[in-house]
């Protein structure tokens, strides 16, 4: 397998009223992304325990998106807001346990904004080529 | 060394409560060919069924069809299932259709679980269906792994309070208030301005009848102000809302006038007295003054006075003048405090401003005014009592022209078409061409726009009037010394390239989301569309619902529409509102925290995380309110024991989801 065929595989979690409602709209209107995303639902971003995302790294993913509502649109009024101040502690663990910054992104995306989500996975998926697979992956796994 | 003892504490971080014999039934929906014609479902099937805890999987073409949920309830009896998946489209539109199959089939709606193959796999996938299917297959995995760890759960049922709070009152809010109204309920109207009206109020005609706006609007406004159910709050706005779909706390703020509205009449003796004299901004664009006291305009509900203290100095001749003693330079605002149990938004916008962008010399130019503008000179109560004049040398024009499309349909502005302003501008060409029949009315366009009942007919009548279509986006406007305007304009039909002179040149504008939408949709959480305007819940089936249960939009606070379909809109909104009012009660979601008392230590963290005050501490121990817990799950990441746990997305199922995202190669 080449560099060029590896797929890297991106763990996003979405929330269920912004940007899992984004992915919709990407899908709506047909914004064509490579197949790494894997994506899970929750309810608002302040429900993603920084412990999702360490795990989702252990067990082997080559990048972790956070992802929610614009700041001020969320839908539990600061879900979006206390994401963010998780996210900020997680920068500094994935620097800890030696990952390059960008396999850990947050993005705040609307229900509407189809095509920055498309974009935005592109985006990551590109980068995440370009550094190969998360040194955190364990042995043997896809 | 480290990896390994995370992964030994991640053990026990998802704990297990998998059913002891999970039983699930896999339905793969082709979709037509929206997910059949790129994802391989019987592939997508058969991997399933190889799964632990599958017993029953399968391929419709339409899950969500009749035959799809009969597949479905059979197939709970037939295997003994006590989880569905089903692998389609999104939860958003379609989750709650299949929970409610799935408990017609006997099981506990919670106990389904929802993949999205089409939006998230076959629809961004379609050039490479191996990869859609490999991926289809995955997700589908993921949502096994979930499935087996779902627990039954139960929505409350809470009462609702009989009251509606309606925000915004032009044609949309005003119909929305009667509605309810008459169907038995007490409404709150409240409107930022001293009247209500809205943008109907200022306009002269209305297309395709070309009848009087006002005429029309003002017994509206007048019967508004008689139902005995609605009260009305004008000079208001909403500061604070609070709760959820029944049982809403919304805190207004009454703007003082200056004026008893109780004992003024509205009699106007005060504004003729009044010295000071400013341009009226409010009412008439602009053009034309009003005074330091002033009443809105002659058709104004409630007809009260209003001061406005930024221009006021104070002298108390209106004071003297007014013979109802009704001026009060010493009033307060004052807030109301209200229970509502839904509330319909129908806050409106803004006309497009061309004048920070100078769009064909907007602002540059005197004679170069906005649509809304001309119906003020056109209005027979307006500035000019109706007589069109151009305002560099009050001359009435003889060469008028339209550019169609200023602010809409413009990647550089807004991307989006703005509707009404193909038919205001026809409206307003005939009515120049009735009024004075040997001026001269041209219209540039890029397309004209006109598809509604009668609509089509109007722009026949509009051309048979003589006026002059010329098809093309002018490219510039220039100024002479004597004010007259040069439009350069082709006509991309006959290639011929023209410069335009005229006396009047007005721009057609279109609807921009307002600053004060904005305020309230931010105040109610209210979804925003990509245009600016308040998003709905669904573009089709759910056109004035929001995603927040019990509040619902209309009129052009969800999008530019004209008046027939904003007062339908209005109707609309009160119909879905009044369902939760008739039935006295709502069904909140099942999905809440859990507090697990043993693990508990009573730290309190959890407590100022809820936004919506759910969670209290009492002698050391956590208490829940399950009617306020709107289950976001928030606090559950903040607890440092596990204690609390969010249902339908605890630790061991988002985790097992994570976990098997992966899989071990050649397993």
Known sequence: MTDNEWEPKIVAFCCNWCSYGGADTAGMGRFQQPSSLRIIRVMCSGRIDPMHVLNAFLEGADAVLVTGCHIGDCH?????????????????????????????QLN??????????ANFVRDVTAQVKQLGPSPLKPEGVN | MAQEESITETEEFIETEEASDPRIGVF?????????????????????????????????????????????????????????????????????IFRACVEEGGLN????????????????????????????SELVRMGISRARLLEPLQSTEVPVTNRALVIGAGVAGMQAALDI????YKVYLVEKN???GGKMAQLDKTFPTNDCSICILGPKMVEVSRNRNIELMTYSEVEEVNGYVGNFKAKVRHKPRFVDITTCTGCGLCVQKCPIEVPDFEFNEGIGTRKAIYVPFPQAVPLRAV????????????????????????????????????????????VYNPEPTHDFGYGLYDNVITGMELERLLNASGPTMGKLVRPSDVRPPKRIGFIQCVGSRDKKRNRYCSGFCCMYALKDAQLIREKYPDSEVYI??????????????????ARDMGIKFIRGKPGRVTEDKDSNITVRVEDTLTNNIYNLELDLLVLSVGAVASESSERVRQLLKVSRAADGFMMEAHPKLKPVDTTLDGIFIGGVTQGPKDIPYSVSQGSACAARATRYLAQGKASTEGITVDVDRDTCVGCGICVPMCPFQALSMTDGKLEIIKALCKGCGTCAVACPTGALQQDHFKNNQILAQVRSAFIFEGE
């Open chain 2, 444 to 461: 540039m366009y890029m397309d004209i726009r006109a598809p509604f009942r009668n609509y089509e007919e109007f722009y026949d009548r």
């Open chain 2, 181 to 184: 109204a008459d169907m038995g």
């Open chain 2, 194 to 196: 001293p009247s209500i």
């Open chain 1, 108 to 117: 705040w995306i609307s229900a509407s904004e189809g095509e920055k989500f």
């Open chain 2, 109 to 136: 709606p919670y106990l389904f679980e929802f993949v999205n193959i089409r939006e998230h796999c076959s629809w961004i996938h379609m050039q490479d269906k191996e990869s859609a299917t490999m991926k289809a």
């Open chain 2, 28 to 96: 793969v929906c082709e979709c037509g060919v929206n997910i059949g014609g790129v994802v391989n479902c019987r592939a997508v099937a058969d991997y399933a069924a190889t799964l632990p805890g599958v017993v029953h999987s399968t391929v419709n073409k339409y899950t969500c069809s009749d035959a799809g949920q009969s597949e479905i309830k059979q197939a709970i009896m037939e295997y003994d299932l006590n989880r569905v998946l089903v692998a389609s489209c999104t939860p958003k539109t379609h989750e709650s």
């Open chain 2, 307 to 350: 001061v406005d203290r930024s221009v006021c100095i104070d002298c108390g001749a209106c004071s003297k003048a007014c013979e109802s003693h009704s001026i009060n330079m010493e009033q307060e605002e004052t807030f109301s405090d209200l229970e509502v149990g839904v509330i319909v938004v129908t806050t409106g916008y803004d």
């Open chain 1, 76 to 104: 539990y009024v600061n879900g979006n807001y206390k994401a963010e101040v998780r996210y900020r502690f997680l920068e500094e663990m994935v620097r800890e346990l030696g990952l390059e910054p960008e396999r850990l």
